[in-house]
């Protein structure tokens, strides 16, 4: 469930200030699916790459929650565009807390499927 919010939150526009290039939208999903397959099958070197996607995809939807100068400070003719901090905040938030139950969750998949 939370893959497919990954995948859905990297595929929707409106979610960022900047679009988010196509391999990324692609590859991190994909090393999720990976990784949770390797924590199903007790496979560590897929749980490996499943953390490495967890840990890019957190820390990429963490610096993409902000928008960068290039967004606020554009070529726009009638000056800068500015962004209200809350909605800011509120996606840094959802992001986190994404980032969040992905860890835990992928933590608990693989020690619940260690003890089988």
Do not use: H
């Not at 679009?19 to 070197?45: C, E, M, N, T, Y």
């Not at 962004?83 to 994404?98: K, T, Y």
Request: positive net charge.
């Amino acid at each position: 469930m939370l893959v497919l919010g990954m995948t859905c939150i990297l595929n929707i526009p409106a979610m960022f200030f900047e679009p988010i290039a196509l391999g990324f939208r692609i590859a991190i999903p994909a090393f999720l699916l990976v990784g949770f397959a390797g924590a199903l099958r007790r496979s560590k070197p897929l749980r490996f790459v499943g953390w490495i996607a967890i840990a890019y995809g957190s820390l990429y939807l963490l610096a993409v929650a902000a928008p960068g100068e290039d967004y606020t400070l554009g070529y726009s003719s009638s000056g800068p565009q500015f962004v209200s901090g809350w909605l800011v905040l509120g996606r840094f938030g959802l992001f986190l807390a994404l980032a969040l139950a992905m860890g835990i969750v992928f933590w608990r998949l693989g020690r619940s499927s260690a003890v089988d």
